[in-house]
């Protein structure tokens, strides 16, 4: 079979993982970036678990024309 030239999203993933876990040799940079990018793929970031923002209300005041009524 012959080697496919991109790599799929698990490939990454593994790549990604075996670097954080230190199985290749990698800088210390290179260890938090595949952190960080890990991270962002599992929604680590996000929003924090227990708090609840609201959507901002937007209230539109317009004055009606008296000719339209």
Not at 4 to 15: G, N, Q
């Amino acid at each position: 079979m012959a080697r496919r030239k991109v790599a799929d999203a698990s490939e990454v993933l593994e790549a990604l993982t075996s670097i954080l876990r230190k199985e290749e040799e990698a800088k210390p940079g290179e260890v938090l970036r595949a952190a960080e990018l890990l991270g962002k793929r599992y929604g680590l970031f996000g929003e924090k678990e227990g708090t609840t923002q609201d959507a901002p209300q937007i209230y539109v005041d317009v004055p009606r024309n008296e000719k339209s009524r």
